[in-house]
């Protein structure tokens, strides 16, 4: 048995629901990451309350100043180059082995579930640590320099910027689970960004007993079954303790 003391009545909906549950759902925003000191979008603490978000991660952005847009990521990787994953991250890294269905999607991009032990994590909005070439899409891993591609286009981080099509395999994947999930978690995103943020309305649509782990409200508060108001450092743990 695991240890739920000090749990109290909502954790106990929680664990009546995931105790019957076959499949689980994890949605993850910025949030999960910021008690690794990774600077969330939006909000106080945000990393973009000097810059707009929709001033740098575009397209348009990119093709008018590349010099300006790349030098953002760079500063972005540096920062994310020493941080390590918190007990959030950890936490659903053990979740996986909880139900006899998993899956996490993410909206991050900084890795972190996987350096967590996150076996299966279904990226929306890329990852920071590769490039793709802005003009064919070939891409290329960390340590690989030089800004051109052999068809003479500019490497541009491997993430997917405002007005960009989210990776179509992920996005049907990340649907499908949020559609056939017995439980899904919302967890530290503002839910603001689309289409990511239909998932946590599709589950709960479907039936889904739903949670909302998230020291604000968002858009979703509202409809969700249970509402965690705090960071999910400290409550994620809760949901998903070590064995013992
Ligand atoms: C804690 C915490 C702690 C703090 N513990 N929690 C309707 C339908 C479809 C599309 C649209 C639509 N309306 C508008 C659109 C277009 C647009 C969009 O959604 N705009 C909205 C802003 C209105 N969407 C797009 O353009 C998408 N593409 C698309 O739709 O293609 C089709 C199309 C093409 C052309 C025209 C129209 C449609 C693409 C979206 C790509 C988003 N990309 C970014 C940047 C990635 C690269 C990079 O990192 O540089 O992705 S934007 C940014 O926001 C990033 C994030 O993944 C994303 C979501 O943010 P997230 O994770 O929720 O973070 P925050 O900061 O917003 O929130 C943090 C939360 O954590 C807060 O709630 C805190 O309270 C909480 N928190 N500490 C727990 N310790
Ligand atoms: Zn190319």
Request: charged fraction near 30%; aromatic fraction near 10%; proline fraction near 7%.
């Amino acid at each position: 048995m695991s240890d739920r003391s000090g749990t109290g009545p909502d954790l106990e909906r929680f664990f009546a629901s995931a105790d019957e549950a076959r499949s689980c759902a994890v949605f993850t925003g910025a949030g999960v990451s910021a008690e690794s000191g990774v600077p969330t979008f939006r909000g106080k603490e945000g990393m973009w309350k000097d810059f707009k978000a929709e001033e740098l991660a575009t397209p348009e952005a990119f093709e008018r100043d590349p010099d300006r847009v790349l030098e953002w990521y760079a500063w972005r990787r540096e920062k994310i180059a020493d941080i390590e994953p918190n007990p959030g991250h950890e936490a659903l890294a053990r979740a996986e082995e909880r139900f006899e269905e998993f899956t996490l999607i993410t909206q991050n991009i900084d890795g972190l579930h996987e350096q967590a032990g996150s076996r299966d994590v279904i990226e929306l909005h890329g990852n920071i640590l590769r490039d793709r070439c802005h003009v064919c899409g070939s891409r290329r891993g960390p340590g690989e320099d030089g800004p051109r591609c052999t068809c003479g286009g500019r490497y541009r981080p491997d993430v997917v910027w405002f007005g960009e099509m989210l990776p179509q395999q992920a996005l049907e994947r990340a649907f499908q689970a949020a559609r056939s999930a017995d439980v899904f978690l919302s967890v530290g995103t503002s839910t603001l960004v689309y289409p990511a943020a239909y998932l946590p309305f599709m589950a709960h649509e479907a039936g889904a007993f739903t949670v909302e782990v998230n020291p604000e409200r968002t858009p979703f508060s509202d409809q969700a079954d249970l509402v965690l108001r705090g960071a999910s450092g400290s409550w994620l743990p809760r949901l998903f303790p070590r064995e013992g």
